[in-house]
């Protein structure tokens, strides 16, 4: 695996650096660009669980980032390197993100240190609950003030153990299910959660290819079609871009990288088949039909057209910057690419879709499921069956105009069945995050293209993330 240097700033420090980097170039009041930069506040639990006839011991952080709205939204992780850098810089992120998709939250990050792979999923219960109960009632976890949601580690099966929780420490709070994002959809969930990381990812690339300018920085052309693709991290945001990538706009994934080793094709690699794989043997050792490196971290380095880091930060730092031949990245994960290696990367050229943008997914559906759950209604309920009948009426004319022309004019074969059914759920939430990740890469890219002194999309997004940030503070006086 490769790490930061030694000598490379920490994850936080280089989220401040790439917040730096953007506020040189605004015309902020000296004390609001410290204000927006700290994190507000960060509560460190440790608590103890009696697993296996003795008491075990874990230790859990929720950082809030900044609350210039509120509820504050960012993910819950659970993984052994959780530690306070992580979630601060995670929960600065989740800020950013928030602004640039315009979705009505502050920035918040949790954090659990434990590996879920070492319990089994009764014990992981009494483990969620028991972290869930420490931030629950300090109002860390609350439908109007803080809002989680799955991260690294984390899932469907964790969002319901603490929407449970909270419901049953808040009896009589009607909102109660909006506690927390990424349920699952019998437990107030909303259809397109799962995938949406993953979705907006793909929405993203699509974006970035409608246009000329963007593709020509990166040295691309063409649509997605064909493009070689190598993905590191194949758990919920890798295997859907990757799926959706190759299921749907026919990029081939030549490259996938996880923790035991990387598979490697240049002809192209099943995603289906290599996550049941992992899904059976823990791992990618052993997948029959690639070439398999023990060295996964070496695969990041291999001749790609998009690289799609999708597992953790800092695995493209001052190690490896310089091999980088992606012409692409698309960060996917948190904070895979460090401040050195960044500055490495735009001097080469290398076109980097960021973080803040690419992964903001998540946090858009997330919006929508929490829309869902204080409206106690599922999105297209109501309106559905009307389109339907309305569309009815204009299948009616047509058909009657296509009787009266004959031959000389038929009505196309699917057309009737296509046009006649209503969005349900799943469609209206793919529309809305299309919308959103399109309407804010073109916020990016104005800033992008407009300004001569910013030369990068990260820049441009901090650019646009902090000045919305900056208003929502001067709105309230600050
Ligand atoms: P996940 O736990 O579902 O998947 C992570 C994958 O990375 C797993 O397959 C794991 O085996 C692999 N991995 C772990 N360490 C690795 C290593 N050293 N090398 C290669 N692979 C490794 O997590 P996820 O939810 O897909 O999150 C991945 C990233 O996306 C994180 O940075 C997270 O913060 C970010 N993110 C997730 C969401 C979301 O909705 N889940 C939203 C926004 C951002």
Partial sequence: MNKPMANEPTFRESVDLMYNRAVALMDLPPGLEQKIRVC???????????????????????????????????????????????????????????????????GSKGGLCVDPRLYDEQEMEMITRRFAYELIKRDLI??????????????????????????????????????????????????????????????????????PEDKAAAGLDGSLEGKRVIVQGLGNVGYHAAKFLHDEDGAIITGIIERDGALFNEAGLDVDAVRDWIVKHGGVSGYPDANHSAEGGKVLEEACDILIPAALEGVINLSNADNIK??????????????????????????????????????????????????????????????????????????RLDEAMGDAWNLSPSFKQRYLRGADELELVRSGLDDTMRIAYQSMREVWHGRTDVTDLRTAAYIVAIDRVAKSYRAKGL
């Fill in 40 to 106: 507000n506040a960060t509560y460190t639990v440790r608590f103890g669980v009696r697993l296996r006839g003795q008491i075990q011991t874990f230790t859990g952080y929720r950082a809030v980032h900044s609350e210039h709205m509120e509820p504050v939204k960012g993910g819950i992780r659970f993984a052994m390197a959780v530690d306070q850098d992580e979630v601060e810089a995670l929960a600065a992120l989740m800020t950013y993100k928030c602004a640039l998709v315009e979705t009505p939250f502050g």
């Fill in 142 to 211: 609350n439908p109007s003030q803080n809002v989680p949601a799955p991260d690294m580690g984390t899932g469907e099966r964790e969002m319901a153990w603490i929407a449970d929780q909270y419901a049953r420490m808040n009896t009589t709070d009607i909102n109660a299910k909006a506690c927390v994002t990424g349920k699952p959809l019998n437990a107030g969930g909303i259809s397109g959660r799962v995938e949406a990381t993953g979705r907006g990812v793909q929405y993203a690339l699509r974006e970035f290819f409608r246009h």
């Fill in 326 to 399: 992606a012409k692409l990245i698309i960060e996917a994960a948190n904070g895979p690419v460090t401040a050195g290696a960044d500055e490495i990367l735009r001097t080469k050229g290398t076109v980097i879709i960021p973080d803040m943008y690419a992964n903001a997914g998540g946090v858009t559906v997330s919006y929508f499921e929490w829309v869902k759950n204080l409206s106690h209604i599922r999105f297209g309920r109501m309106q559905r069956r009307q389109e339907e009948a309305r569309h009815q009426l204009v299948v009616n004319e047509l058909e």
